[in-house]
């Protein structure tokens, strides 16, 4: 079985930009988890997906979004970055959300 | 107030040395995590507890749900165990994860 995948790996945005990132989990995961890894924060919830809805919700603006399609795959989109948001992003898929989570390689985004 | 406390935070151990790293935690959970993260970023979950203890291969994992207190053991370490190691608490209320800040593990030959 494939891992879970995320798309690009790295990234080089400018601040008041946008950005999209990407994450396809393990074919039969339903749940799809984002995560901020930050060095000053550690690993930070952003918000989980499962069958298309958003179930839970971290501690993060509103700049900070994310959708999953029918395929479970899903996507979170940063809008008007700031230098702040420069990190690691990773994504994990479950079967159900709170199944042992797989984790992807990350994203890495820095802004400038 | 940090739900998951780590210790150590920094441990450098010689090859072969048993190694323990603690967890404690302030909220009531669902299951409690440990992972592993390698430089570069990816993440591998080694165990998910919710009671007693757990075994694979020189690792074992341990929770005490009463002392809402868990450790993670490397028997016989070796370089390769080099690491990232992260605890992390499932809440079932709200589907959450809470992250300890990590323990960051050298083990010299």
């Known amino acids: 079985k494939a891992g879970v995948t995320q798309t690009p790996r790295y990234l080089i945005k400018t601040r008041g930009q946008q950005v999209t990132l990407s994450c396809s989990p393990i074919?039969?995961?339903?749940?799809v988890s984002w995560y901020q890894q930050t060095p000053g924060q550690g690993l930070q919830f952003l918000f989980e997906?499962?069958?298309?809805?958003?179930?839970n919700k971290g501690n993060f603006p509103g700049r900070f979004s994310g959708r999953q399609f029918s395929n479970s795959r899903s996507e979170m989109n940063v809008s008007t970055l700031e230098l702040g948001d420069s990190a690691l992003y990773l994504c994990?898929?479950?079967?159900?959300?709170?199944?042992?989570?797989?984790f992807g390689p990350g994203t890495r985004l820095t802004v400038l | 107030k940090n739900e998951v406390e780590q210790s150590p935070q920094n441990l450098t151990a010689q090859e072969g040395e048993f190694i323990t790293i603690n967890c404690s935690y302030s909220?009531?959970?669902?299951?409690l995590h440990w992972l592993q993260q390698h430089p570069g970023g990816g993440i591998v979950s080694l165990f998910m507890?919710?009671?007693g203890k757990k075994k694979h291969g020189r690792l074992i994992a341990t929770i005490n749900i009463q002392e809402k207190h868990s450790s993670l053991h490397i028997t016989a370490s070796h370089p390769r165990d080099s690491a990232v190691y992260i605890c992390?608490?499932?809440?079932?209320?709200?589907?959450?994860?809470?992250f300890g800040t990590g323990t960051s593990l050298t083990v010299i030959p």
């Open positions: 994990a898929s479950s079967l159900m959300g709170y199944n042992e989570q797989f």
């Open positions: 074919s039969g995961h339903r749940s």
């Open positions: 997906y499962f069958s298309e809805t958003q179930r």
């Open positions: 909220v009531g959970i669902s299951a």
């Open positions: 507890l919710s009671s």
């Open positions: 992390s608490l499932h809440r079932g209320t709200g589907n959450q994860f809470y």
